[in-house]
């Protein structure tokens, strides 16, 4: 078994999560302790002007505008995320066989063989002095794959740990919403469309909080169902899996002619309803939904999701003991030691990928 840190910083640009768990690429022996480490309000303007100047990229290595800038950034701190982590709980470099680090994405289009994630792996691993798998997006993307979701193989893991043989969906809502279907040998996975992004910029915008803290303006909010299905009828959505999102693919649509918190209970409702709408495009029925991620902290969007999906049971993660906040996280370190031992992270269900494919890049301290 080996002992893995896993780091994600998602498409909320809220911070970064890190997470350790003993396994050998296969099975969860266990879970250790998670770890938190919140970008500052100038970190975070720095990585929105470095999702703006990404827009145009053609090339992977290109650091256009403030991207150097933001990548050195986002390096230094995922390394002082480890660092505090290591120090809160009594451990050393040496406890560590492998980091696994997701970096920034600032553009996803597979379309173009194009995605992008800032980051640099070969000096993160020279500052911990542990080895450091980065870059796992890379190969799929390369291959034809979508690059994403990442995250499908460790919920295949999780749900194998539960006691019920059934048709199980996971529901990780980040900045982007994704799911995998989980039917015995079946795996499907998918974004599924906007997660907390959308309505995380809005309430930026419209009342300078960078979330809807508790859903608390969505729950006095009325939900404007012509709006939501009419961003519905966007193409995206018909697709069946699998099939991945950029951060701002929706980001012309706009609820600015409503109160504040019409706004935020329609985007929510938005989100439910995306994630509803995959499920007639699965094989079976799913009888229960996972939920995951920072938006099963969002009580208004579980009510949400549970009014939708119905009659399926809806849980958090948390209530089967799962840690919900930190499986991204969790997902990197399972990933980096499959990597290490060239096992798939990637299966044709997933991402549509050819063939299995494993990915990532090996970085020696």
């Known amino acids: 078994m080996l002992t893995a840190i896993g780091l994600m910083s998602g498409t909320s ?61 986002v390096t230094e701190a995922h390394a002082q995320a480890v660092r505090d982590f290591l120090r809160d709980h009594a451990l050393a470099a040496a406890d560590i066989a492998v980091v696994g680090f997701h970096g920034q994405t ?10 992008v994630q800032i980051g640099d792996g070969e000096r993160l691993a020279k500052e911990l002095g542990i080895a450091v798998v980065y870059d796992l997006r890379a190969a799929d993307v390369a291959t034809g794959g979508q690059g994403a979701p990442l995250v ?25 919403a994704n799911i995998t279907y989980i039917d015995g040998d079946t795996l499907i996975a998918c974004d599924t469309g906007p997660g907390n992004a959308l309505l995380d910029d809005f309430m930026l915008r419209a009342t300078g909080e960078a979330v809807d803290r508790d859903g608390r303006a969505a729950a006095r909010g009325h939900v404007h169902e012509g709006w939501i299905a009419r961003a519905l009828d966007r193409p995206f959505f018909a697709l069946p899996p699998p099939k991945s999102l950029d951060r701002n693919d929706f980001a012309a649509l706009s609820v600015a002619d409503m109160s504040v918190d019409d706004g935020a209970a329609t985007l929510t409702a938005f989100t439910a309803a995306s ?19 920072g938006g099963a902290s969002n009580p208004t969007l ?13 849980a958090r993660g948390s209530d089967l003991g799962w840690s919900g906040d930190a499986v991204e996280a969790q997902a990197f370190a399972y990933l980096a030691a499959r990597s290490l031992k060239g096992l798939p992270l990637t299966v044709p269900g997933t991402t549509g990928v050819p063939r299995p494919t494993t990915g990532g890049v090996l970085a020696r301290p």
């Open 275 to 293: 994630i509803a709408r995959i499920g007639s495009m699965l094989p079976k029925p799913p009888a229960r939904w996972i939920v995951v991620g």
């Open 13 to 73: 640009l809220d911070g970064v999560d890190v997470a350790l768990i003993e396994t050998d690429g296969e099975r969860i022996a266990a879970f250790g302790p998670a770890g938190y480490r919140a970008y500052s309000g100038e970190e975070r303007d720095l990585l929105r002007q470095a999702l703006a100047d990404a827009a145009g990229m053609t090339a992977r290595t290109a650091r256009p505008g403030v991207l150097a800038r933001a990548e050195a950034m």
């Open 152 to 176: 499908p193989v460790y919920h295949r893991a999780l749900v194998a740990g539960l006691e019920r043989a059934e048709p199980t969906v996971v529901v990780n809502i980040g900045g982007v």
């Open 106 to 115: 600032v553009l996803h289009r597979p379309e173009q063989r194009l995605t």
């Open 302 to 314: 579980m009510q949400m999701l549970a009014a939708r999906l119905a009659p399926a049971t809806v």
